[in-house]
């Protein structure tokens, strides 16, 4: 088989890409940076996991993820020349796929950084692709996971920001800069915060992780709760983790704080399910472990605005590989490449 990779920019040159072998799988978020090794049926030969250092700068970054992804390689087996199909690669938003530079919110330290131009020098001679995290989630949860064996679905990874990804008719649509289905920018409140983006009331500014904990230690809008009521108020290092549980504990400010988060979701969702005929929506991401707190909501704002007089109505589920779709997903862009890569 045949692929046109980007190189850097506008260029492309046309690599072999040999399915029989595995494929390294990268996943660059800002709790965490993940690895692996993948099989060409989609299963992990090895694996490595490393909270995402926050202290270090862009250089030091990238040589963090050099030597973990060379360490897993010679672990494995495969740091010969040819051992690979290729590398897949998800990375936290915003990106410019084009250019193939990311500047994700929970790394400053990488703000246009040319991670595939980086990629592709260090893995010379293989395939390397790079999309966006939710994108990659939703790919590998299409191919192996909740939403397999489905015709249309939305992948929402829900997190220091909100990406997103859409498979219609079976395959993954990319849209003109590889950006679509990003769900986190469909506006649920007109009249809501404004968004970094430069519109108002993008979901992102409502139930990303950092706006949740904002909100809950009273940097609120104007129609929220009153002003002292607040939740672990001046604690920093507070996270929406942190948020979650004690919303399940019932702690009244962070109840209303998941609520308005999985009304959000629920409002976001219902628009793209009405528009696309959805039939599973996968979310992933950090909050998708938040249970009842985040579920309960969402789902009640997607009944009451989702036309559910289809046949089967809409799913909406945890992304059920958990924290390994995105590497899943990164791996099917180059293993089942026909429907995932390239992204229509």
Not at 203 to 228: H, K, N
Not at 249 to 255: F, L, P, S
Request: net charge negative; aromatic share 4%; proline share 6%.
């Amino acid at each position: 088989m045949s692929a046109v990779v980007p190189d850097g920019g506008t260029n492309v040159r046309r690599l072999s890409v040999a399915s029989d072998r595995p494929v390294l799988a990268i996943d660059v978020g800002g709790t965490k940076i993940s690895a692996g090794v993948v099989e060409p049926g989609g299963r992990f030969i090895a694996a490595r996991r490393m909270v995402t250092p926050p202290e270090l700068d862009a250089e030091q970054l990238w040589r963090t993820l050099e030597v973990l992804t060379g360490e897993l390689l010679a672990e494995a087996g495969f740091d010969k020349p040819g051992a690979l199909s290729g590398v897949g690669c998800g990375c936290g938003e915003p990106m410019d796929c084009v250019a193939g530079s990311v500047s994700p919110l929970g790394i400053p330290a990488w703000r246009d950084f040319p991670l595939l131009g980086r990629l592709g020098e260090l893995f010379s001679g293989v395939p390397v692709r790079l999309r966006g995290d939710g994108i990659c989630l939703t790919a590998g949860e299409h191919w192996r996971g909740a939403g397999r064996g489905t015709r249309n679905m939305l992948g929402v990874v829900v997190s220091n920001g909100i990406g997103g990804g859409l498979v219609l008719d079976g395959g993954l649509v990319s849209g003109q800069t590889g950006n679509a289905g990003h769900v986190g920018h469909v506006v649920v409140d007109p009249d809501g915060p404004e968004c970094r983006c430069g519109g108002h009331g993008c979901l992102e500014t409502i139930a990303r992780g950092p706006a949740l904990v904002a909100w809950a230690q009273g940097e609120r809008p104007r129609y929220s709760l009153p002003q002292d009521e607040q939740w672990r108020p001046g604690q920093r290092d507070a996270t929406a983790r942190d948020l979650a549980d004690d919303a399940g504990r019932g702690h009244a400010v962070a109840a209303a704080a998941m609520r308005r988060a999985g009304h959000a979701l629920g409002v976001a969702i219902a628009s793209v399910a009405n528009l696309c005929e959805l039939e599973v929506v996968a979310v992933g991401g950090g909050l998708a472990q938040a249970g009842p707190v985040l579920f309960g909501p969402l789902e009640e704002a997607l009944r009451g605005h989702a036309d559910i007089s289809a046949p089967t109505g809409v799913r909406v589920v945890p992304a059920s590989l958990g924290q390994d779709a995105g590497l899943i997903g990164a791996a099917a862009m180059i293993l089942a490449a026909d429907r995932y890569w390239p992204a229509r």
